[in-house]
């Protein structure tokens, strides 16, 4: 666990896809920084188990994030309940691996619903609302959003659409005093990538491709989202902040020596 500091007293946090891996770890963080935070996703007994750990200052809702108007629903009830919000963490996102001749209509129309459409409803809900408080936006986007896979085409389409969502956001919102940004994770050790952690031979050949040589935890990234939330990046805006042990660093060329 990283020991960076940050206070975010009397602030409202919504973090989506909050009720487990990354998300999970952010409410932590967030939680742990004094805020109150609202926790988002669509299956209700993995919200309740996050929210034993979150504590009373955490709340949860419902929501699938690729239903527009259920989005601005939520939206509109933490502003109901809180009169405020501060910080919105576009984190829910779904992975779909496989080359494009496998990927079904309906992989793609689900990928795109919650990776893309998701993040669509949640910034025309909040920015309006980040304004009126001055807060910031953090969307987890991926290295993936930053240059292809192999077999995972249209994962990186919607990250790369997130990506420049983020960009051009950022744009037209710093002039509004909200500053849009994002960060960038490699391999991370939550459940949807468990096929690769668990698997010895499969994981030593990621972790050859991490320079700092092992894959990232949770609390890698999750101080590096308040960072981006914090009046300590308050000049930063519209970066996709690679969190990658310098992964991206790499041309992608194998290693000689
Ligand atoms: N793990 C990695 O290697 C890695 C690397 C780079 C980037 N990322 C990104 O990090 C973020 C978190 O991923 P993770 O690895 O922590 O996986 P995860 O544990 O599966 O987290 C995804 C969360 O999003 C929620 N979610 C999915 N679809 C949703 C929808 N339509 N509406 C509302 N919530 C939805 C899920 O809850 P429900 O299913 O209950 O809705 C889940 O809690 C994602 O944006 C992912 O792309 C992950």
Do not use: C
């Not at 487990?20 to 007994?45: E, H, M, N, P």
């Not at 909040?126 to 995972?152: H, I, Q, Y």
Request: cysteine-free; charged content about 20%.
């Amino acid at each position: 666990m990283s020991n960076a500091t940050f206070d975010f007293t009397g602030k409202v946090v919504l973090v989506t896809g909050g009720g487990s891996g990354i998300g999970l770890q952010i409410a932590k963080d967030f939680v742990r920084a004094g805020a109150d935070v609202i926790i988002a996703g669509r299956t209700r007994s993995r919200l309740d188990a996050a929210l034993t750990e979150l504590g009373p200052r955490a709340t949860a809702t419902t929501v699938d994030i690729g239903d527009g108007d259920a989005v601005r629903e939520v939206v509109a009830a933490i502003i109901g309940r809180h009169g405020r919000l501060d910080v919105v963490v576009s984190n829910a996102a779904s992975y779909i691996p496989g080359d494009i001749t496998a990927i079904t209509p309906a992989d793609w129309e689900q990928l795109r619903r919650t990776n893309i459409d998701g993040f669509f409803h949640l910034a025309q809900a909040a920015l309006p609302e980040l304004a009126r408080t001055g807060g910031s936006f953090v969307a987890t986007s991926s290295v993936s959003g930053l240059r292809g896979d192999w077999g995972s085409a249209i994962y990186n389409a919607s990250k790369g659409a997130v990506s420049l969502f983020v960009q051009a956001l950022a744009l037209d919102w710093g002039a509004k005093g909200v500053r849009v940004n994002a960060v960038a994770p490699s391999i991370t050790n939550t459940e949807p990538v468990a096929g690769v952690t668990g698997d010895e031979a499969l994981r030593r050949q990621f972790e050859a491709r991490v320079p700092l040589g092992r894959i990232a935890e949770t609390d890698d990234i999750s101080p590096v989202v308040l960072f981006l939330a914090s009046d300590a990046a308050r000049y930063v805006n519209g970066v996709i902040l690679p969190v990658d042990g310098g992964t991206s660093a790499s041309t992608g060329q194998a290693r000689a020596a």
